[in-house]
């Protein structure tokens, strides 16, 4: 199947830095592609040329098999990580505004509705709180009813509910089809939203595929974790490999259940016991060595 969007060899560079470093990426349609890694990996810069915003210095772009051409901006929509409104206007008045820039757009009562915007319609934009403001702005990055949606940063600064409503948004939206890339900080929103992930660092590409596929690749332990206390002697003294962080301490097994009667058996306090699987932020930190950055 061809992809909707693919980069061969895509590469940028600012100077004597490589931003991007021959990448290539395939996001095929209808699925949600997240796009990872800390500051400075390259992302954004790599964003941006196949948003079409700039160019690369060699490599290609591909919409559907063609290269990217300057009608592109009509077939995708964009959420940037930081948006100027135009003051003085209301959320109805922005949405105007902005659905004369395409040659076709989405029914605004559609819209209206898909992003849960009837509340606030007739709201100065500047009094929106943070939550409606995203969704104004992922209406505005709907309002030519696009193919591709690419969402830098979505959530940055929402609270947790306003992130969890977002989520559900983004779920609604992809499963009218639209094919979806997705930068963000927060791996559980990547585990949650994302059918594929790409980890990026120093302008390559370090792991790719689904989230479920690349834990499975790189873990099989289960994670328990115990307040350090005298646990962390007593885990020691039993054999296991124990990692201290701050007052917490994780002990990776491959056999739960032997593993916690070994821990009982030798009067360990488990009243602070946790049971946890490996998640994206352990297999950054451990492709990289690096907590991911926000």
């Given at each position: 199947m061809t992809p909707i969007l693919e980069t061969r060899q895509l590469e940028k560079r600012f100077g004597s830095l490589i931003a991007v470093d021959k990448l290539d990426l395939k996001i095929q349609q209808g699925s949600c592609f997240g796009l990872l890694g800390p500051?400075?990996?390259?992302?954004?810069?790599?964003?941006e040329m196949m948003e079409g915003i700039s160019k690369p210095d060699s490599g290609e772009i591909l919409y559907r098999g063609e290269p990217l051409s300057s009608s592109f901006h009509q077939v995708a929509g964009i959420q940037f990580q930081q948006t100027a409104l135009q003051e003085f206007l209301t959320v109805r008045n922005t949405l105007t505004l902005f659905s004369r820039l395409y040659e076709s757009t989405m029914d605004e009562a559609e819209l209206i509705e898909l992003c849960a915007l009837q509340e606030f319609m007739d709201r100065?934009?500047?009094?929106?709180?943070g939550g409606q403001r995203q969704r104004l702005l992922l209406a505005i990055a709907l309002i030519n009813d696009p193919d591709v949606?690419?969402?830098?940063?979505?959530?940055?600064?929402?609270?947790?509910?306003?992130r969890r409503n977002f989520w559900r948004l983004i779920e609604t939206i992809k499963s009218r089809g639209k094919t979806i890339l997705l930068t963000t900080?927060?791996?559980?929103?990547?585990?949650?939203?994302?059918?594929?992930i790409a980890i990026m660092d120093h302008g390559h590409i370090i792991a790719e595929?689904?989230?479920?596929?690349?834990?499975?690749?790189?873990?099989?332990?289960?994670?328990?974790?115990?307040a350090a206390d005298k646990n962390q002697a007593i885990?020691?003294?039993?054999?296991?490999?124990?990692?201290?962080?701050?007052?917490?301490?994780?002990?990776?097994?491959?056999?739960?259940?032997s593993a916690l009667q070994?821990?009982?058996?030798?009067?360990?306090?488990?009243?602070?016991?946790?049971?946890?699987?490996?998640?994206?932020?352990?297999?950054?930190?451990?492709?990289?060595?690096?907590?991911?950055r926000g």
């Open positions: 500051n400075g990996a390259g992302k954004t810069t790599t964003i100065d934009t500047r009094k929106l709180s949606v690419f969402l830098d940063e979505p959530t940055t600064g929402l609270d947790p509910q306003a900080h927060y791996m559980d929103e990547a585990q949650v939203l994302c059918d594929r595929g689904s989230p479920s596929v690349l834990l499975g690749e790189h873990f099989n332990e289960t994670v328990i974790e115990l885990a020691e003294a039993n054999g296991f490999n124990c990692i201290l962080r701050g007052n917490t301490i994780e002990i990776h097994v491959s056999k739960l259940e070994s821990l009982l058996a030798a009067k360990a306090d488990l009243s602070s016991l946790k049971v946890r699987q490996w998640n994206l932020e352990d297999l950054f930190i451990k492709l990289t060595g690096n907590a991911l």
